[in-house]
């Protein structure tokens, strides 16, 4: 794959300090790469389960050629440096919740109609489930890839939590552990047509889900023996790693 872009000085930075303490610490098993798109804008939609998982995509990313660029919730920019930082990275924010989640999704749509792959986490927050399978989504991916008429192609993460586990302050980098990556097929969304109801985006936006969790179960090799948990409902659940 051709990169769409060259890669923004910061993250030029970013990425000869950490690529090869990455190469490193970690194993990598990558697999899949045959569904990428060769050309063009897409969205890559990926599940969320540790606060070290954007760096380790991050690295996939990169060595994919594709200059890493997310939807990152908002008040990290408000962060003096981190903010300035994310801003010069080309990164976008995520006004959720407010009247401008709009216009986030707008400089998504822009952005893959410009020639971007843009990455998002429909789980808009990491997974809270027991077991670290993929919670259900928020309906961004599908309507970005959908507006900008661009493929959504299924991203599944294994190994960070390795390293830290959702909502826990600790590493645990040795012994080595393996950081799996998992693309699938791009999601149909070719039934949605030209005006999708709210219901519509909600059975693609599980379609996406599905595809995720299918692809966590083949690096995992077994399958969730419980209910996704709905972020629509979702009231921070303590996990049973937490408890300890």
């Known amino acids: 794959m051709s990169r769409t872009r060259p890669l923004p000085p910061v993250l030029r930075v970013v990425v000869w300090i950490l690529r090869p303490i990455f190469m490193v610490v970690t194993r990598r098993d990558w697999r899949g790469d045959e569904h990428l798109p060769r050309s063009g804008g897409f969205v890559l939609a990926a599940n969320h389960l540790s606060y070290i998982d954007p760096f380790m995509f991050g690295h996939w990313l990169v060595d994919h050629d594709i200059p890493p660029r997310f939807l990152v919730k908002d008040p990290l920019f408000a962060v003096p440096v981190i903010g300035r930082l994310l801003r010069m990275a080309e990164q976008i924010p995520v006004y959720r919740g407010t009247g401008a989640a709009a216009q986030s999704l707008r400089a998504a749509v822009d952005a893959v109609e410009a020639g971007s792959i843009v990455a998002i986490y429909p789980e808009g927050t990491m997974t809270r489930d027991p077991e670290a399978w993929p919670m259900s ?35 645990r980098v040795f012994p080595r552990k393996t950081m799996h990556v998992r693309v699938g097929a791009p999601i149909d969304l070719s039934d949605l047509g030209e005006q999708p109801t709210q219901a519509q985006f909600h059975a693609a936006t599980d379609r996406l889900m599905d595809a995720i969790t299918a692809l966590q179960s083949q690096i995992r090799g077994e399958v969730p023996s419980s209910p996704r948990i709905d972020v629509r409902t979702l009231r921070k659940p303590k996990t049973r790693y937490e408890e300890s």
């Open 137 to 171: 989504g928020r309906d961004g991916a599908v309507r970005t890839a959908h507006a900008a008429g661009v493929p959504l192609v299924p991203v599944a993460q294994w190994g960070p939590q390795q390293i830290m586990w959702p909502y826990r302050r600790e590493f």
